[in-house]
């Protein structure tokens, strides 16, 4: 949209006041549709999700589970998590726990396995680095260098990511596991112990068992069907901004 504004602009306005005014009115007009009508709707959207979640959640563990272990990567890209992370804030400061934080652990982690499978596979020693850094980092509870540096680049592996996201989020919600904690991923597994119950290691075995499968699943998934160093890899996406800010 900027590229032809640019161009439109330039079309119009004569040549010895493009190089001051072209960046400014593209600028104005950008911002206003940023702060006006983008923002709002994504924000509105993303409160429409929020409610939605909170729903399911409430209805159905294992349903719930499996829909939003499926797609919350899928609304990190487009930048719509940002009105769904309140969910989590406002569960552990109002009750001391999250179902929700327990089903987006496994998101993280199967990001982090797919990854993980490129990382051991591909003989391609740039992107085998870079895979093994995506993958150290998103069993640290930050996706990003795996879903923008490699697994977006490669459809598949992102797509073998949300299928072992959407299992071990489904084994999350089925057992009704429960995190006492923001983290989340591997490196979270002592949040799913209770503070007021340490003795009690029900929902540690829950976590165990729901990250396993979304560690196994996108793994195998990658190895067998999601890479192989003939692909090409399509341009590195931008990671999204907060609604309503600038860059």
């Known amino acids: 949209m900027v590229a032809k504004l640019t161009k439109w602009v330039k079309g119009w306005l004569p040549g010895y006041l493009q ?37 399911l959640l409430l209805k159905s563990g294992w349903l719930s589970g499996l829909l939003i272990g499926g797609f919350y990567q899928v609304l990190v890209i487009f930048g719509l998590h940002w ?65 923008y540096g490699v697994n977006l680049k490669f459809r598949r592996v992102f797509i073998a990511g949300l299928l072992g996201s959407a299992a071990g989020g489904f084994v999350s919600g089925l057992f009704h596991g429960n995190m006492f904690g923001f983290a989340g991923s591997w490196i979270g597994f002592a949040l799913f112990l209770d503070p007021k119950h340490l003795a009690d290691l029900s929902n540690l075995w829950i976590f165990i068992a729901s990250s396993a499968v979304a560690t196994i699943v996108p793994f195998i998934v990658t190895l067998v069907w999601g890479y192989n160093d003939q692909m090409t890899a399509g341009e590195a996406m931008a990671k999204p901004q907060k609604p309503g800010t600038a860059k």
């Not at 569960?91 to 990001?111: E, K």
Request: net charge neutral; glycine share 8%; with cysteine.
């Open 19 to 55: 190089i001051i005014f072209t960046p400014l009115i593209v600028i104005a007009v950008v911002s206003a549709i940023t702060l006006y009508i983008t923002g709002p709707a994504i924000i509105w959207l993303s409160n429409g999700l929020a409610f939605g979640i909170q729903f």
């Open 83 to 147: 009105g769904i992370l309140p969910i989590i804030a406002n569960d552990v400061a109002a009750t001391g726990h999250s179902y929700f934080n327990a089903i987006l652990s496994t998101t993280m982690i199967a990001q982090g396995a797919a990854v993980l499978a490129v990382a051991i596979k591909t003989r391609k020693t740039a992107l085998k680095e870079l895979s093994f850094a995506g993958a150290i980092s998103a069993f640290c509870g930050v996706t990003e260098p795996a879903i």
